[in-house]
């Protein structure tokens, strides 16, 4: 499912998501819309810009939580111009199946339907280019200086929402290596141990934008 | 030392002039007990010392009854002081005859000059009085104060200078023929209350000066009618002066002083009046250009923000879309290039690849014109992107839990935006302080860095626009620091449209005079 009242990038995005695999059963050009197909039409994943009409300001946000609401099964990608820290902390805090990306990620078409396929599956996104704002700040007595700069790029990866084995992946070492990692920044930055992916990224955000 | 001299000087000075009630009491009580009291001192000299002592003591009781309370009392001391002296000093001792010849000529010489003296203080008095009443006017006029307080200020100075004056009113001409009262004296004025509107019939003082433009009286209320000539005769108020305050050649409004008693008022009141309102005009005159030349300024930076805006959402409804759009299919047709045309397939890869490119810096530009975060968030989550976005290290201190209007939110964004560019590119600074306070009626920010200073406010037109801008709003820009102690920019911005008085400017302009 398809909302963006662009018909354009609508249908773009459309052909896209078919020809890779994907069965587009709906799209919509506002909020109303969307939901009244989502409703009716249960799709496993919407694709929602989060500026649509009335308004053009945070439609896409308010119809993301009210199908987390109502039908939590739904997995959401929300596309945005501008990536906005307070909107991935808004949007995320819905829990897992969630994703927020920059409108012009989809250009690179298979990272795009891999992204896509992660939140499907489970994972929290959240767009690379959001988070390296995020770490880059620089900062005079910067929290992030006891990380060596390999966990500094381990938690730039987990605030993306990768798992620790796609985080394995990325960086081409061992799932354990990573655990291992991982255990050493939640230490030194005295950030909570979280069961699931999505609270990580969560907590790891909040971390990163309160500092 | 001697400044604290001259102040006390000049406070003395300033209470004397006053001549309160209490002062006035004062002087009437030494016109008696004055010249009493040098009868004590010289007592046991008189055989010695005689009239001409004590008369020479007299006339020093009598300056200080004029300065005190002016020419009555001072002269009510004279005539004291004849009769203690003919009494006292002049023989025969104890009895009120008088002898010599000469002594009748002393005390004849003695009440002409009490009356001249008295009669010459009364009028220095009064001229350092209304030296001062000047003074405080101009004083409100150039620190550019608030309307409501240099009407109230002149209206009083009006009231207390004017002789015979009980009453003074100030109003102001509306459009539909009538008048808004705008101060009084003495308060509190419950006949004619601050901020009542009252309907012109033509042969009310005002009506009349509005039609001549010029000063008016009216000695006699009896026959009267209107409202207004009703109400004053119901307050006891009998006659009246009126005078025009010109401003740009209309009347903008009038003076009213007057009396309980008819015909009480002085023929020379009309031209005292226009003494002080002819400051007022000046006052109002200037305060209307300003405000007029602040509100012009606003105008033009609040439709050149408008046209950002409109600009920031057409590239990126429009613009941007589109090129995301044909980026999408470049790809989709990449994708249906035959993989034994791998040329071709790179030069649609490349094609997308810069296209994405080209979206991107887009949107720099569209931020650059107009973050979007600003009208969507506020100031709050705008700073802080422009923070974590900085070349230089930056400590935060934002106190801004509202929004506020959207003018004063694109002026501070941009203040805090070029200043903090200004210290990437000039400054060399380890770490730049950013606070930000929201008062009720002012927003103040500051940006601090610890870098080379001397920041030269002409060096880079971005700097100038700002003060504009910030200006423009009614608030102040400035910059400070020195080489090698860094650079501040603190910038305070009216939230409620009142313009921020700039009050170092002053304080520094009143230790040079």
Do not use: C
């Amino acid at each position: 499912m398809i909302a963006d009242d662009d018909v354009l990038l609508r249908e773009g995005l459309a052909s896209l998501l078919g020809s890779s695999g994907f069965d587009v059963v709906g799209q919509a050009g506002d909020g109303v819309e969307l939901l009244t197909l989502v409703r009716s039409a249960m799709p496993d994943v919407a694709i929602v810009d989060i500026r649509m009409p009335p308004g053009h300001a945070t439609e896409g946000l308010e119809a993301a939580r009210v199908i987390r609401e109502e039908l939590p099964d739904i997995a959401i990608v929300v596309l945005s111009a501008h990536v906005e820290v307070d909107e991935a902390m808004e949007l995320l805090a819905g829990g897992e199946r969630l994703g927020y990306l920059l409108k012009s990620r989809v250009t690179d078409i298979g990272e795009f339907i891999d992204t896509v396929e992660r939140i499907t599956a489970g994972a929290a996104v959240v767009d690379p280019a959001l988070v390296r704002e995020l770490v880059s700040a620089r900062r005079r007595r910067d929290p992030l200086d006891v990380l060596s700069p390999r966990e500094r790029e381990v938690l730039g990866l987990m605030a993306e929402g990768a798992s620790n084995s796609g985080i394995a992946a990325r960086i081409f070492v061992s799932e354990g290596t990573v655990e291992k990692h991982v255990r050493s920044i939640l230490g030194k930055l005295d950030l909570p141990e979280s069961g699931t992916d999505h609270r990580r990224v969560l907590a790891v955000l909040k971390f990163l934008e309160a500092r | 030392m001697r400044q604290e001299l001259s102040a006390l000087r000049h406070r003395i000075a300033d209470a004397l002039m006053l001549r309160s009630p209490a002062s006035r009491r004062a002087a009437w009580v030494l016109a008696v007990v004055g010249p009493a009291i040098v009868v004590l001192g010289l007592l046991p000299f008189r055989s010695t010392v005689g009239l001409a002592a004590f008369l020479s003591g007299a006339l020093l009781a009598i300056v200080v009854v004029a300065v005190l309370g002016g020419v009555w009392p001072a002269l009510a001391s004279a005539a004291v002081a004849i009769a203690l002296g003919a009494y006292f000093f002049a023989p025969p001792y104890d009895s009120f005859s008088v002898d010599r010849q000469g002594d009748i000529v002393a005390f004849v010489g003695f009440a002409i000059v009490g009356a001249v003296v008295g009669i010459l203080i009364d009028q220095l008095a009064g001229l350092a009085k209304q030296q001062a009443a000047l003074r405080r006017v101009a004083t409100l006029v150039a620190t550019a104060a608030a309307a409501d307080e240099l009407f109230a200020v002149v209206t009083e100075e009006v009231g207390q200078q004017l002789p015979g004056v009980e009453r003074a009113r100030l109003a102001r001409y509306e459009p539909d023929n009538s008048i808004t009262f705008v101060a009084a004296w003495p308060l509190p004025e419950r006949g004619f209350p601050v901020g009542s509107h009252w309907k012109l019939d033509e042969e009310d003082i005002s009506a009349v000066v509005s039609r001549t433009g010029r000063p008016a009286r009216i000695d006699n209320f009896d026959d009267r009618s209107g409202p207004l000539s009703a109400n004053a005769r119901k307050l006891g108020v009998r006659s009246v002066v009126g005078a025009p305050i010109i401003v740009e050649g209309r009347a903008w409004g009038v003076m009213i002083v007057g009396s309980s008693v008819r015909e009480r008022l002085p023929a020379d009141t009309e031209a005292r009046l226009s003494s002080l309102t002819d400051l007022l005009s000046t006052a109002i005159a200037n305060a209307e250009s300003r405000s007029e030349l602040a509100e012009s300024r606003a105008r033009i930076v609040a439709a050149a923000d408008e046209t950002r805006r409109r600009i920031e959402r057409d590239l990126h409804d429009g613009t941007q879309q589109r090129l995301v759009s044909l980026a999408i299919e470049l790809r989709a047709a990449e994708g249906r290039v035959p993989s034994d045309l791998p040329a071709t397939k790179a030069a649609f890869s490349r094609a997308a690849r810069g296209l994405t490119d080209a979206v991107e810096d887009l949107q720099e530009i569209s931020r650059g014109i107009h973050p979007a975060i600003l009208s969507k968030g506020g100031l709050k989550p705008a700073i802080k992107t422009l923070a974590r976005r900085s070349a230089v290290a930056v400590e935060l201190d934002l106190q801004v839990e509202r929004r506020l209007p959207q003018q004063v939110e694109v002026a501070a964004y941009y203040v805090v935006a070029e200043a903090l560019t200004n210290v990437a590119k000039y400054a060399q600074a380890s770490v730049v302080h950013v606070d930000v306070r929201t008062g009720d009626s002012v927003v103040e920010l500051a940006v601090r860095d610890d870098g080379m200073g001397g920041a030269d406010p002409s060096r880079g037109s971005g700097l100038i626009g700002l003060k504009d801008r910030v200006e423009a709003l009614g608030g102040t820009l400035t910059i400070a620091g020195g080489p090698g102690k860094g650079t501040s920019v603190v910038a305070r911005i009216p939230i409620d449209g009142k313009p921020v008085l700039d009050a170092e400017r002053w304080r520094a302009a009143q230790r040079r005079s």
